[in-house]
């Protein structure tokens, strides 16, 4: 107990001391953290005038919780939330933590969920108006510098109505923004970051999204189609650990749904091509060609690639299977 009182108090004079360094940048933006009551996923999304909002407002942690922090943002409530629920305090603990010990709450905007689904926001009386926020079962959205005050209650509307996984719900409450005006300065950037809820050691499989748009006309609808690709690249990595796992059904199956995800150019053909390699590499070369001709009209060097396989043991080292594969997916 007593080693939690020192490096808590640690944690928050460090929080004072940068207070005052940390240069006061505006990123007034509009975000959601959320927990899913589901799947135990922690994300955080968010949209602003601002370039590469992405580093600096959304910190996530498999197991522990999600932080969102904007306005006349301090960056350091991110990584020092996450510190303090990792070590047992609830998001509304920390967040008071915090901001008890910053001069300068007043100009903050936070929010924070932590792996048990408890919620706390934070709009200080001199973040710049429209500003505000709105907690629920599990979530809070916040916005600041907006052209309405109706942004964040639309946005808590389109999050609790909205269908589907996390990801599709952040993506929703954004889009409500987007939808109320958003920020009246206009959008650049946006984000979104969404893990599993417990973290096993392996981030590369624990982070199921980690988009980012840092400058684009329109962030959120660029945001969208980025989560919908990634969506095909999950399941051409669950098709691989499939493979790892000897089950070439599942795996084919997971291939099959990659490809249905995204259209093959949304991909340069690298879901049909690897479905048609899998294909191929089982026994099934017949079934194998459609996929690989589909590859081959994006992008010709497909063809090259073949040969290269059965060195890395991806191809059988048959050279007749080899020609025939690339003769026929150029025909």
Known sequence: MRFFVIVT??????TASQAQDIPRRPVATYSIVARDSLTGQLGVAV?????SVGPIVPWVEPGVGAVATQSLVDP?????????MRMGKT?????KALIIADDNANIRQVAMVDAKGNVSAHTGDRAISAAGHQTGAQYSVQANLMAEETVWPAMAKAYESSQG???ERLLAALEAAENEGGDIRGKQSAAIIIVKAENTGRPWNDRLFDLRVEDHPNPVQELRRLVTLQRAYLKLNEGDEWIGKGNIDKALLAYQEAT???PDAATNGEAAFWVGVTLADTGKPEKAIPYLKRAYK???NWAK???RLSASKLLPDEPGLISRLVTDMQK
């Not at 949209?47 to 370039?51: G, L």
């Not at 998001?91 to 967040?95: G, S």
Request: hydrophobic share 50%; glycine share 8%.
């Open 9 to 14: 108090t640690l944690l928050l004079l460090g």
């Open 47 to 51: 949209q602003s005038h601002w370039f």
């Open 76 to 84: 350091a409530y991110g990584p020092l939330g996450l510190d303090l």
């Open 91 to 95: 998001a509304p603990q920390a967040l």
């Open 165 to 167: 996984d996390l990801a």
């Open 260 to 262: 249905e995800i995204v």
């Open 298 to 300: 994006q992008d010709k």
């Open 305 to 307: 690639l073949i040969p």
